[in-house]
């Protein structure tokens, strides 16, 4: 099968995994690259030139591996984007009654098809929640029931149509197909949380560098997922203003001496700004440097705070919050998260990848990182929308379809 190139698109920078799955439904991994990143701002393309010469060198940097894949499967972070749910009904296709998944992506459809021509959006994600058969409620997969009236309650996510066009119109200039475009806190979740996680209640929160990501799951229902307007830049420019110091600099000092709780810190421990950079040459106090990130974490926090409190989730989340991205390698960030939403916290990593034995064990030490969850899942999302929807045909009963499921542990319809 053919390798899909995959691309977490970030503020600041861009990860790239280019794999294909093998015939025995495992996967390999060719290459794993990362570079920096321009022309986005909050998720966002605001300079469509940087943005394409961006894309430019990530080409031209697989043309130099030996890389010729045409296919690509891209996230998207826009906090224009939307969710909603929906409710939707049909009959049942077949004459006694047995309900097949043509009869599910018969209300995909119908839901497409009723979305207003005049709207600036586009469906990205059609996300079953529930479906009721006849007057049985509340069923997770009906395939293999048998009724004659099939309603199906659904997660829709929508993007803005003057970002998707823009961001296909860059892939066009380097000839590159777009195969499916993934909402980012989607794709972390398709690679970090298990089904049983995903069944007893979990958040997950991506703390990028210009957005925060988040989806809340309960019962295996997508709940809530959304984008904040901050980030892990947020923290380096507050210690900047805060220090009077350089950009630059305020990183490196966050990276290096960076702590989420400021109680754990002595308030006579100090950092000699000099082992950063010479031109600075005085010192700092460490717990007042990690009050600085706490101060801006508790504005992130208490915006995901609200979120939990909108859906009614706090005793509902039994599996607590699983934290990926830059951010939240940040040290502290798990006991911070515990004492500020006062559930159980732990740092995610990528599995629900299954490698192949001829993967290179430097790519798996490179992807098995919390900063790789999006380009992970996005990976595994391409590969089950080339099997699935292209290159097999297969019946919901068939063995490869038993073994698909097994491959892809979670969101195959």
């Not at 980012?184 to 925060?212: F, H, R, W």
């Not at 959304?226 to 420019?237: C, D, F, Q």
């Not at 934290?323 to 911070?336: A, E, N, T």
């Amino acid at each position: 099968m053919k390798p899909i190139i995959a691309l977490d698109i970030g503020n600041q920078n861009v990860k790239v995994l280019v794999g294909q799955a093998t015939k025995d439904f495992k996967v390999k991994i060719n290459t794993v690259l990362e570079r920096s990143s321009d022309g986005l701002n909050r998720g966002s393309i605001n300079d469509y030139g940087a943005f394409v010469n961006t894309l430019f060198e990530i080409s031209e940097d697989l043309g130099n591996l030996g890389i010729s894949a045409k296919n690509v499967i891209v996230n998207i972070a826009s906090p224009h984007s939307t969710f909603k749910i929906t409710k939707t009904f049909g009959g049942v296709s077949k004459g006694d009654g047995e309900i097949t998944l043509n009869d599910i992506n018969q209300l995909h459809e119908k839901i497409r098809e009723s979305q207003s021509e005049t709207s600036n959006k586009t469906i990205l994600h059609i996300i079953p929640r529930s479906f009721t058969v006849d007057d049985l409620t509340n069923i997770k997969d009906p395939v293999g029931m048998h009724g004659y009236r099939l309603e199906m309650e659904a997660g829709i996510i929508e993007a803005l149509n003057p970002h998707l066009k823009t961001l296909e119109k860059g892939f066009e200039e380097i000839n590159k197909n777009i195969l499916d475009k993934v909402f980012s806190p989607l794709a972390a979740a398709y690679s970090c949380l298990s089904k049983k996680q995903m069944n007893v209640g979990s958040m997950i929160i991506d703390l990028g560098a210009e957005n925060t990501t988040f989806a809340i799951f309960e019962d295996d229902k997508l709940i809530d997922i959304g984008v904040l307007n901050l980030g892990a830049n947020s923290i380096t420019h507050d210690i900047a203003i805060c220090l009077k110091i350089p950009l630059e600099v305020a990183e490196k000092i966050k990276i290096t001496f960076g702590y989420a709780l400021s109680n754990d810190i002595n308030r006579k421990e100090n950092i000699n700004l000099s082992k950063i950079t010479k031109e600075i040459n005085y010192e700092i106090n460490k717990k007042y440097l990690s009050e600085i990130i706490e101060a801006r974490l508790e504005d992130i926090f208490t915006l995901l705070n609200d979120e939990i409190k909108k859906t009614n989730s706090f005793n509902k989340l039994a599996a607590g919050v699983v934290l990926v991205g830059g951010g939240s390698k940040l040290p502290g960030m798990v006991d911070f998260t515990k004492k500020y939403l006062k559930l159980p916290a732990k740092i995610g990593y990528p599995i629900n990848l299954e490698y192949d034995k001829e993967t290179n064990e430097k790519y798996i030490d490179l992807i098995d990182d919390p900063s790789f969850a999006v380009v992970s899942g996005l990976l595994c999302w391409g590969l089950n929308n080339t099997i699935v929807g292209k290159k097999i045909t297969l019946t919901e009963k068939s063995p490869i379809f038993m073994k698909l499921k097994k491959f892809f542990k979670i969101f195959l319809p």
